[in-house]
């Protein structure tokens, strides 16, 4: 019969709508605004509506998720201290070259120290490929999860300097908590190594 | 500084919009009926529009704000999210989509390409930045902008819309609007706006007078010639 | 490389027929052979007509400045299978021309009009050889080795201002413009006279003159803002009535100088590039560029990496065939709800490459060697599910929804055909080829990591309409959780990169042409190295772009609105196609 594919295909557009409705009824007041809630409109068994209602319900991002990079810093006896040592290798490796360091220099002799003095992240140019964040010898550098960066205005906003790059290492363990358990290992079967030496 | 606090921003104000803030009660409610009705143009241009498209289907949804309806032609929309990178050759169209849009308009840069050139900056074919052309309201960092940060910058451009004031705005204002002018596609674009420059320039070029332009350029210069 | 017995016969018989006029290549590193140009016709004849090497693949050229020579590289294939078969033809650099091959293989129309707009190679005897990404009146070919554009900083990255005196600048603050521009010398911009497409209009022409009603004939430009071009792309269309007589794409909105950049980028940066050339699908893109240096440097990758390589790639031909046919419904008209239950499934696989690599569109996964990291269980598990339960349930109900679907049956049989001999003379990849009939793919005909070890099966076609296109790609998918299903079944521990990584990577001198089955077709690239840490060229044979050749002659006589339906058939990327 003509027209008969026709109808069986809007009764599957048919199903996609009751089944929201199934679904919230058997779900009950979980299925909106939880985590659980959105874990299960995001697991491979989601029926109905699929919708993540931001900014009320966020998805979450995953560990590996990159947006822009940040520098990491620790705080010793209330000093800031980048794990930075201005080698250059994220500015030698980025794809596009938006990243601008100065390496600093002691003021006495001259000679250059490890440790930046300036640091520039072209935003506008950055293409978060997370390059600098995976080449980074010494951990310094790393791909943030911050995405709500909207602004009104580029040329002040979007050059990232040194004062809005840096962040301490234990937001670093919050957004990353798996990578870095994998380093403090690592540093630690390197420390271990070195004591035995 | 607390973690939570790390990535709060503060409240941020366009620039000019600063001191000349006096909200009414009929402008909220102007703005409140603006804010929940922006039309996007059905206009992508690069790896951002496939974003934008998430953006619009079902998880993302940006219906919920009064965003569904994409308008194919320029008339009828109110916002044009440059998604993607600006190319020398479609800066003139969309330049021309611009001026077709009615009044009030706003010009959402999405992604790094659209701010700033983005990665494809260098190119010989980019344009580094829409706003070189014609004015943005918000701009969208990243490459590409997942669903969830266009988001946010339309809930930024809300924001905007929020502090908007009838009496100030720029389309009640007396006298006309003017078209922005078209860039022209020569040996390289042209921007109209910027012709007695070029011409000044390039005299200066042929009579040996080093202009202000660095040695690369008049080596560039030299090599086009060759071809 | 072994050579084969054929390939041996072959060297012998150009070389005993055409005596000097064909050499080996005997530089280090390289392939194939040198033909001299006046010869090149004949030779290219003999090899289609004789030895059926009917698909020709790939044209591009290369600037070997300062040496005075330009050379053109063409790879040839059998569309019935084997290996390439690679020409090479040189001329003088300061007046190159050489014959254009347009009259054996019509595929290579866009191609040689690609080489003229960037590299300033002239083809001679070509029907229609104006510029194709930039525009008419640019100065330059910008390909050229000694072409600079306005914010040239260096020939090779890194910079050497981003460290250690990075004191930033933004690059416009140093153009007198502010802005990427320059002029040549003597510009005067109040005189120019902007082309005004005459060439372009000019050079639309009816097939036919006999047809029995004479209407006016209008020209109809579609695009490069419209909604049913899949970004910016034009058609110039010749009308008469509603029937299509002549069309011509126009493109180059999104050319984005993806080979210029990738030329200047080292080996390593050119991969986060090469995931937007097709944005939808980066991974494929990135297991082709691999392919083609690890060729290159002679490494393999290890087992583990091969299986999650060929696990991405098949998931990426899912969302893509998925993502595809919801935009297909949409040119025909069932205004975004196919599109929106493709997207859904496309938002969970993405979710997985946001887990795996890090975005989600983005991917920048493939490393020379492996892949960047290792997929962890849990997201196995994931996959897994999805591949034996969403995905294949999610198919079938895409399926009740559409296939038999009594509109999208009328509105595409019979519509946009295109014959088996048309597909293979125009260079034709991917789906459209095998929809007309073609059982042409990498993955069989050329295999490439472990596909040969892995059990699908073809799709393709008879009639080479819309409609076939659309089944070809529901069973690609179907074939591809076939591939999925095997994939995860075996998959091996095990290391994910041969050796450290490293960001700078030694390549040898040589040329190497690498190529994959990609959701839109045959994606290759061509890359030849000259020892140092950066690509001297680096070219892309874009799937999209050079299936687009096809576009007229399958338009031919269609009606306006199936235009739009046959555009989205082919199923292009503006980011590929333009580059």
Partial sequence: MNGLWILRGLGVTLKHFIETYIEDFRQGK????????????????????????????????????????????????????????????????????????????????????????????????????????EYCPFDAIKMDHDYEIASFDRQREHVFDLQKISKPVTYYAKIRPGNYAEEQRARMMKEAAKTIA | MDENELNLRPNQIPEELKGSIAVTTLDRIYNWSRRNSIWPMMFGLACC????????????????????????????????????????KMIPQIVRLYNQMAEPKYVIAMGACASGGGPFKEGYNVVPGIDRFIPVDVYIPGCPPTPQALLNGLITLQKKIDSESLKSVRWYQKGKIEPIPIPVLGPDLIDPRQSPLIKELCQSQISNVSPAGTPENLEAHHDNQLD | ??????????????????????????????????????????????????????????????????????????????????????????????????????????????????????????????????????????????LRKDWREPFFEEDAKPFKSRWPEGHFIRVEDNNPYKNNVSYPPDFDPGKWVPDKDELLYGGLQSFEEDSEIKTERIVVNLGPQHPSTHGVFRMVVLLEGERVVDLKPVMGYLHRNHEKIGERNTYLQNMPFTDRLDYICSMSNNFGYALAVEKLMGIQPPERAEYIRVMMAELTRFLNHMFSIGFLLNDLGAFFTPSLYAIEERELILDI??????????????????????????????????????LPRKLDEFERYLTHNEILRSRCEGVGVLTPEQAI???VAGPVLRASGVPYDVRRADPYSIYERLEFDVAYGIHGDIYDRYLVRIEEMRQSLRILRQVLKDIPNGPVMAGKPQFQVRVPPGEAYGRVEGPKGELGFYVVSNGKPNPWRYHVRAPSFINLTSLKTMAHGAKVADLVAILGSIDIVLGEVDR
């Fill in chain 1, 30 to 133: 979980k299925r909106y605004f939880t985590a659980q809630g959105i874990e299960q409109r995001r697991s491979s068994k989601t029926r109905g509506i699929f919708t993540v209602q931001y900014p009320e319900e966020k998805l979450p991002v995953p560990e590996e998720f990159r947006y822009l990079p940040f520098l990491v810093y620790e705080e010793v006896n209330g000093q800031r201290k980048l794990r930075c040592t201005a080698c250059g290798i994220c500015a030698k490796v980025c794809p596009p070259q938006c990243i601008w360091i100065v390496r600093s220099t002691d003021p006495e002799t001259g000679r250059p120290v490890p440790a930046p003095s300036e640091f520039y992240i072209d935003v506008d140019v950055c293409m978060n490929c997370g390059f600098c964040a």
């Fill in chain 2, 49 to 88: 529009a496939i974003e934008m498209i998430a953006t619009a289907a079902s998880r993302y949804d940006f219906s919920r704000f009064g965003m569904e309806v994409m308008r194919a032609s320029p008339r009828q929309a109110d916002v044009m999210i440059v998604s993607g990178t600006v190319t020398k």
């Fill in chain 3, 1 to 142: 490389m072994t050579t084969s017995w054929i390939e041996t016969q072959l060297t012998e018989y150009l070389l005993e027929r055409f005596g000097e006029a064909v050499q080996p290549d005997s530089r280090p590193g390289y392939l194939g052979f040198l033909v001299a140009r006046n010869k090149l016709l004949e030779v290219c004849r003999s090899l289609r007509d004789e030895f059926g090497f009917d698909y020709l693949s790939s044209v591009t050229g290369v600037d070997y400045h300062p040496e005075p020579f330009m050379e053109v590289v063409y790879h040839f294939y059998k569309s019935t299978g084997g290996s390439a078969l690679v020409m090479k033809t040189q001329a003088p650099r300061d007046n190159p021309t050489v014959p254009s091959l347009c009259s054996l293989y019509p595929g290579a129309d866009f191609q040689e009009r690609e080489a003229w707009d960037l590299l300033g190679i002239r083809f001679e005897g070509h029907p229609d050889l104006r510029r194709i990404l930039m525009w008419e009146g640019f100065a330059g070919h910008p």
């Fill in chain 3, 353 to 390: 490459f946001e887990e795996v690599a890090g975005s989600r569109m983005m991917c920048n996964y493939f490393r020379f060697g492996g892949v960047a990291r290792d997929v962890p269980e849990q997201v196995l598990d994931k996959i897994k599910t999805l591949v034996h339960d969403r």
């Fill in chain 3, 425 to 427: 003379a125009l260079s």
